[in-house]
Nanobody
Framework: QVQLVESGGGLVQAGGSLRLSCAGS????????MNWFRQAPGKKREFVAG????????SYADSVKGRFTISRDNAKNTMYLQMSSLKPEDTAVYYC??????????WGQGTQVTVSS
């Protein structure tokens, strides 16, 4: 069973940048499509970005297009989210997710991102 651990969150001023990492365990890391989601206080968890198993296909929520970049390094079992031009509305707990089966997903524990105005 794959396990995911996020890191890289923190407090940043509006307009700043952060890079989140999601480290996965297991030898089949490169077999899974993966995603970043986020959940702000009082709001539903929402999709942020996704990447295919081989890293070739990516997708983004409209709210982050042009500011966030998702990538992965399968040799290091790690996925990344480079976040730039951060806004206060980007404040949330960010979660990584692995699509390990047709109906099975694995989630990390989350990392807090706070953007001050």
């Amino acid at each position: 069973q794959v396990q995911l651990v996020e890191s890289g969150g923190g407090l940043v001023q509006a307009g700043g940048s952060l890079r989140l990492s999601c480290a996965g365990s297991g030898r089949t890391f490169s077999s899974y499509g993966m995603n970043w989601f986020r959940q702000a206080p009082g709001k539903k968890r929402e999709f942020v970005a996704g990447i295919s198993a081989n890293g070739i296909i990516t997708s983004y929520a409209d709210s982050v297009k042009g500011r966030f970049t998702i990538s992965r390094d399968n040799a290091k079992n790690t996925m990344y989210l480079q976040m730039s031009s951060l806004k206060p509305e980007d404040t949330a707990v960010y979660y990584c997710n692995a699509e390990v089966g047709a109906t099975q997903e694995v989630w990390g524990q989350g990392t807090q991102v706070t953007v001050s105005s």
